[in-house]
């Protein structure tokens, strides 16, 4: 009875020896057990291809009202036809800024999610559920809201500013969400 | 070494081996030494076996897995969609299901056994989901009739990072392994696996007996501590040396460890198949790789075909030698049934059954080539290869299947029809696409040749091109930054005019139509894209303007300050392009463009996660002007094409980009949750007959007619104001006037002369489609 294997390999006893450098590998990433601090990559780290940073401008951000919300009925998209009629044009005008909604079933769920874990202390856990919130809203102001306030209440000033002034500009026509946002760019002095 | 100069000795003790008083001695002596020797064998082989047994025993490949489908009520998701998904996730259709993996597809209505999943974020249940779907739309969400807010399914595992060897295995621990396998195992390959002390006598003699009988090799004596030991310390090679060590190290394996440790590590050693150079080992990959669920899934006839396959992984290989296979699988039942392991109704059913093995999935031969290109080199700027192929991580992606399989059927239509229109003359023509979400910068689908399984030169992130007039926004958005010179309607004079080259010569663009328009409203330079009035605009703002505009809006790249820039002689990937129009459609937030979400290690602890970030880098006014003038360019400009084919409500931005004689075709877009940049040209540059309004144009709306996806709708921040004009007279003029437009100005901008409708001046079209904004 054998295990056959047809991939050739070379199995010899001097693999031992580098068995006890595996070891030593395996602390590189793996670092069983120990609780590591969970590295966020940045600019420079995260995208593609390098980029020095980002230089950032300051410029005032007017008010916008949020733009979609994630239950919005998609318009109905033709089948791929060639064309052959010239419809007349009609386009249609922004939004006049209306008030919040609130946010979605699905995004008051995982914001509540994400609140239970930021009281249990598990911040990086609470991210987790905001930033799947995000990726299902991303232009709803509520979600830029909490994950502004998670990034203040982690210390991380530079990351909460960006995400207020992005919220505020969603938030046109809810007084409440923009002063809301106001105040939390007042209180990281800008 | 101790093996090399131990028969050196023996040959100086043969040639001493005489009967005398110093002879006896010697032979002591010698004997002495060799005993020496072989206890430092011994040691050594103990030593080599404690390393590599507690050590890191294999190098895990790291994993990649796509996005995991989110789940709520209200999602736009179609059951057609989700059948895609599932397909990936290897489910089977069932008229009722009752195990993790199953799912019953209906027209509207989708109920399923997800199987669960460790997400770095938490533990996602396996549990029962019931979809119903209406309007482009999943309607309703629940699991046992309560509704459920959110659900996410397992993610799609679209590839791995395998070490040089291409071993490839899902670790198991024994405790999840089910009972009815470690028997079949040890009734088939070692009946006496929990009497023997490493090596089995009565089995040498059995399988002597056998052999002998036969006249061949029909058995082989090892216990699964020898096969164990052969597979894990030595080396394939058939040699007497390595038969002799196989016994002492298997009995020294058995000193040290519990039947149980040896177990665990026979079931994730032993080799049970081959995908293309990927082998598989282990039985937990085993489980995945001919069923498509783990182990803890299978029924008892599947369980004793994997343990049939410990004999010859590629002579029993179901897939390809069925009969064999099934042979070997009843023989391994009936011997499960001898040793009690299942009565004999139950194996005799059990032998009723179909292999039951799922069809090879796609996904293992490298399905998203290009996709896994961009991971892999996102990777590397933070792993180590050796790291990557050997620590087992888990690569969480946005990838999204369903969107990549669409974006690919996209591209292939569009090739295949313009061969059809253009014959010879755009024979082997190349394409990329990238698709990102417009709002979050994560990118979903990633095509880097016209055969999206070709793992090659990537397009999408290696072809570096000139980008034509897709460079023109940041020039119209250099002007309108500054409101108090310019604004959407300031005439920009389109005549003829000379401009220097990097090399001194002089150059005289012309418009792609060859007219001279004397003057142009700004918005209509754009949507037009009029080489003329650009590169006026352009030279009147300065390079130095154009070119921070650009760096801005994320292009990393040097670029060259010649005027020719203006016109679009900056070279780009496509992947660069995507950054570059997603500040745009992020309303001038910049968010770097990310293919990971998270990397966790073997043990589910999150090593690193890659945040969303943006930073403002634009006035969010001067972005609104910017992308009124991009809708218009798809309303009535160079992008018409699509406005023919895409309801008016999407809203579509977009520019279309062409090269000098065609030799690229270019477009970039947005609607509300996408933006995709398509390229179409030759690798050599050749020219092509088609325009980026004829050519990647078309692949875009392929594309976007597939995904049904959500309208752009933009809001005037506070500090625009809408006005109706008279475009060409740049003046105020009433509500609704026949030839006026609504045109958005910062505020403090807009013209301060007014005229009533009456006056009329020069001729004008018919009509706009702005003035019928409100017509209705």
């Not at chain 2, 294999?58 to 057609?80: C, D, F, N, Q, S």
């Not at chain 2, 999150?606 to 003038?629: D, G, R, V």
């Not at chain 2, 947005?670 to 092509?688: E, I, K, M, Q, S």
Request: net charge positive; glycine share 8%.
């Amino acid at each position: 009875m054998k295990i056959y294997a047809s991939v050739q390999r070379e199995r010899g006893l001097w693999r031992a020896a580098a068995a006890v450098g595996l070891l030593v590998l395996a602390g590189c990433a793996g670092q069983p057990g120990a609780r590591v601090p969970v590295e966020e990559r940045g600019y420079g780290a995260a995208t593609f291809p390098a980029q020095p940073d980002a230089v950032a401008t300051p410029a005032p951000v007017p008010a916008a009202a949020y733009e979609r919300r994630p239950q919005a009925q998609r318009p109905e998209v033709a089948a791929p036809v060639l064309p052959a009629v010239v419809p007349a044009p009609v386009v249609s005008a922004p939004a006049a800024a209306g008030r919040y909604p609130g946010p979605a079933p699905v995004l008051l769920a995982l914001i509540e999610q994400a609140d239970n874990l930021q009281s249990q202390g598990d911040a990086q856990g609470a991210l987790a559920q905001l930033e799947r919130a995000q990726r299902i809203a991303p232009r709803d102001p509520q979600v830029y809201l909490q994950l502004a306030r998670l990034r203040l209440h982690m210390g991380d000033r530079a990351r909460a500013e960006p995400l207020a002034r992005r919220g505020l500009s969603l938030s046109a026509g809810d007084p409440d969400l923009t002063r809301a946002f106001k105040a939390l760019l007042a209180g990281l002095g800008r | 070494m101790p093996k090399k100069r131990a028969p050196s000795r023996s040959r100086s003790a043969k040639s001493a081996a005489k009967p005398t008083g110093r002879g006896w001695a010697l032979l002591f002596k010698v004997l002495l030494v060799a005993l020496v020797l072989l206890l430092l064998g011994l040691l050594y082989m103990d030593a080599t076996i404690r390393s590599r047994f507690e050590g890191q025993r294999w190098a895990i490949p790291a994993k990649v897995y796509a996005r995991p489908l989110e789940l709520y009520a209200g999602k736009a998701l179609t059951a057609e969609a989700l059948a895609i998904e599932l397909k990936q996730l290897g489910y089977q259709q069932v008229g009722w299901p009752a195990r993790p993996g199953e799912v019953q597809l209906q027209p509207g209505r989708v109920e399923l056994i997800s199987r669960g999943f460790d997400f770095a974020d938490g533990k996602e249940p396996s549990r029962r989901l019931e979809l119903r779907f209406a309007n482009g739309q999943l309607q309703q969400l629940s699991s046992a009739g309560e509704a459920l807010a959110v659900a996410r399914l397992e993610p799609v595992l679209v590839g791995g990072i395998y070490p040089a060897d291409n071993e490839d295995r899902d670790l198991v621990q024994l405790e999840q392994v089910p009972p009815l396998l470690l028997q079949a195992l040890v009734a088939t390959e070692d009946r006496h696996f929990y009497q023997h002390h490493g090596i089995s006598l009565r089995g040498i003699a059995r399988a002597t007996w056998a052999n002998l009988r036969a006249g061949r090799v029909v058995q082989g004596g090892s216990t699964l501590t020898q096969q164990l030991v052969k597979n894990f310390f030595l080396s394939s090679e058939r040699s007497l040396l390595r038969k002799l060590m196989e016994a002492p190290m298997a009995m020294l394996l058995e000193l040290h460890y519990d039947k149980n440790e040896i177990l665990q590590a026979y079931l994730n050693e032993v080799y049970l198949g081959q995908a293309g150079s990927r082998a598989i080992h282990g039985f937990g990959l085993a489980s995945q790789y001919y069923f498509g669920r783990p182990l803890e899934g299978l029924s008892v006839e599947q369980l004793a075909l994997l343990v049939g396959l410990v004999k010859g992984a590629s002579y029993y290989d179901p897939r390809r030698y069925p009969e064999r296979a099934k042979a070997r699988r009843d023989l391994v039942l009936s011997l499960l049934q001898q040793s009690g392991g299942i009565d004999q109704r139950a194996a005799h059913r059990a032998a009723q059954q179909p292999l039951g093995v799922v069809a090879k999935s796609s996904l293992t031969k490298g399905a998203f080539p290009a996709y896994l290109d961009l991971v892999k080199r996102q990777l590397r700027r933070d792993y180590r290869q050796q790291d990557l192929a050997s620590e087992g991580l888990q690569v969480f992606t946005s990838l999204d299947p369903i969107v990549q399989s669409l974006a690919e059927q996209s591209l292939q239509t569009v090739v295949q029809r313009l061969r059809q229109r253009h014959g010879a003359a755009i024979k082997g023509l190349q394409g990329a696409l990238v698709v990102g979400n417009s709002q979050t910068g994560e990118v979903v689908a990633v095509i880097g040749d016209r055969e999206p399984r070709f793992q090659g030169f990537n397009r999408a992130l290696d072809a570096v091109r000139p980008i034509g007039s897709l460079v023109k926004p940041a020039v119209y958005l250099a002007a309108l930054e500054q409101p108090q010179r310019y604004t959407l309607i300031s005439a920009i004079k389109d005549e003829a005019l000379q401009l220097q080259n990097a090399d001194g010569s002089v150059w005289s663009p012309n418009n792609f139509d060859h007219q001279v328009r004397g003057l142009v409203p700004l918005h209509q330079g754009l949507s037009h894209s009029y080489n003329l009035a650009t590169a006026h605009l352009g030279m009147e703002l300065g390079l130095p303007a154009v070119i921070d505009v650009l760096q801005r809006l994320g292009v990393r790249r040097e670029i060259a300050p010649f005027p020719s820039l203006l016109l679009g002689s900056l070279s780009l990937s496509p992947l660069e392009v995507t950054q570059l129009y997603q500040t745009i459609a992020a309303n001038g937030f910049e968010t770097p463009l990310r293919a990971i979400r998270s990397v966790v290690s073997s043990e589910g602890q999150l090593l690193s996660s890659y945040p969303f970030e943006l930073s403002q880098q634009f006035s969010p006014a001067a972005i609104h002007l910017l992308q009124y003038a991009l809708q218009e360019t798809v309303h009535e400009g160079t992008a018409k094409a699509l406005y023919r084919r895409f309801p008016d409500s999407l809203n579509m931005a977009g520019k279309t980009g062409t090269t000098n004689d065609q030799r690229d075709s270019w477009f970039a877009g947005f609607t509300g949750d996408y933006l995709a940049v398509a390229w179409l040209g030759h690798d050599d540059n050749r020219p092509t007959p088609l325009t980026g309004s004829s050519g990647a144009l078309q692949v875009w709306a392929e594309l976007m007619a597939q995904l049904q996806p959500a309208p752009f709708e933009t809001v005037a921040p506070a500090d625009v104001s809408y006005q109706w004009v008279d475009p060409e007279r740049g003046v105020l003029t009433g509500t609704g006037c026949p030839d006026a437009r609504l045109i958005p100005f910062i505020v403090g901008s807009e013209p301060q002369r007014f005229s009533g409708c009456g006056i009329q001046g020069s001729v004008r079209r018919a009509q706009s489609w702005f003035s019928r904004l409100f017509a209705d």
